[in-house]
């Protein structure tokens, strides 16, 4: 048997689901939010549509701006104040990963908590009960922030990213339409977050029966149409089927959680800055192949996923090479930028491994992540993508 932990929040999804948010603010007693979102995002149109359906709905709100990638807890700590000052009675995080976490972790202090941001999140998370409703509309498809617990914030002072888990989101609303603007960077590097989401679940020390399907299904489905959404923007049939992806990918590894390609990604958006998804892509093919030898069966469910043709005779180290070889191609297929044409050094890449064998994510690894195992990671995936 799986103690299975994850408890769903309600989900709505569809063509044009942003439009339901003004009458499910009022089913839940709640007439001020706040929108917590980045610039770009209000750049894109998205912000004035959803605005749009509040005002249709007679709810004012006010608007924070002001996450950027990676948000720092003081960012957090601005749109706090925010919500404070409007006297909001709810938070509605619309954007990619970095605006739905910073939402969520607004609500700490949103809802009583005592202190700034920094006192909560911490290398080993918090678990923390807010009464404050968040609503989280996802604007990416690859972040599956919206569904899950985990709120990812930066702590600059000391080039450390750590996390609080919070009450479960109130609502989701997943709306294919809001991603059709993404730009074909963005497209792919949250596109292989959300790959590296379901993998990560399904070959995590703590997956279960209900992560394995969730996980496995979003498989196929990036493997289905990542590359369409990349390539055709506009084709709605591959874009509604990434945003499903991904939000079942965030299904699959909230109760799991990931392990060591989001280690290697919060040590790389620490030391080069690099965007989130990126960096978790890159540690993504050498990871899986380097956990193949120990979960071949899991390594078989995913390479039948994505579709790649087996004898069924292959041994778990065949298989990780195969998936590893994959993900690599789709990787240069779709442009995919690398370590080393950033301007980023082999050695320096390295140098990362003591911040991803103490990463907290790493201990969900089913191989022992210690610092030399880090270092031979971190060294070929610099080495195999060029």
């Known amino acids: 048997m799986y103690p299975i932990h994850n408890s769903v929040c309600p989900i709505i999804a569809g063509w044009g689901a942003v439009s339901v948010l003004g009458e499910k603010l009022k089913e839940l007693g709640k007439n001020r939010p706040l929108l917590v979102t980045d610039k770009g995002v209000v750049a894109a149109g998205i ?3 959803v605005g749009a359906v509040l005002d249709s709905a007679g709810l004012p709100y006010a608007v924070f701006d002001g996450v950027q990638s ?6 957090v700590d601005e749109a706090v104040e925010a919500g404070l000052a409007f006297n909001c009675d709810c938070v509605v995080g619309v954007g990619g990963g970095s605006s739905m976490d910073t939402a969520k972790a607004s609500t700490v202090r949103l809802s009583g908590y005592e202190g700034l941001t920094r006192d909560y999140v911490l290398a080993v998370p918090l678990k923390l009960e807010t009464s404050v409703p968040v609503i989280l509309v996802p604007t990416t498809t690859g972040t599956g922030s919206e569904v899950t617990r985990v709120a990812v914030i930066s702590r600059p002072e000391l080039n450390k990213k750590w996390s609080v888990h919070l009450k479960r989101t109130t609502l989701a609303i997943v709306d294919p339409s809001l991603t059709v603007t993404l730009p074909k960077e963005v497209t792919a590097n949250t596109g292989l977050d959300a790959l590296a989401h379901a993998t990560e679940a399904l070959t995590s020390k703590g997956h279960n029966l209900y992560s394995d399907y969730f996980a496995e299904g979003a498989i196929k489905k990036i493997a289905e149409n990542l590359y369409t959404s990349w390539s055709q923007p506009d ?5 509604t ?6 939000n079942w990918a965030g299904l699959a590894f909230d109760d799991p959680m990931c392990h060591l390609p ?3 990604g919060d040590a790389f958006g620490c030391h080069f800055h690099t965007q989130h998804g990126h960096s978790c892509s890159l540690g993504l093919p050498e990871s899986l192949r380097l ?12 390479a039948r996923a994505m579709g790649i043709p087996l004898t069924g005779d292959e041994s ?6 195969l998936v590893a070889e994959w993900i690599y191609d789709l990787m240069r297929r779709m442009d995919f930028v690398s370590l080393k044409s950033m301007g980023i050094g ?8 003591a911040d991803v064998a103490s990463n907290h994510l790493a201990g969900y690894c089913p191989i022992p992540v210690t610092e030399e195992i880090a270092a031979q990671v971190l060294g070929r995936l610099y080495d195999n993508y060029q």
Do not use: F
């Open 47 to 49: 912000i004035g549509k």
């Open 70 to 75: 990676d948000p720092s807890a003081e960012i």
């Open 235 to 239: 084709y709605r049939e591959a874009r």
């Open 241 to 246: 089927a990434m945003s499903i992806a991904a």
């Open 262 to 264: 989001h280690a290697i």
């Open 291 to 302: 956990v193949a030898p120990v979960e071949p069966e899991k390594m078989r469910v995913i």
């Open 316 to 321: 778990g180290e065949q298989l990780g090479d």
């Open 346 to 353: 082999r050695e320096s890449v390295v140098a990362c491994a």
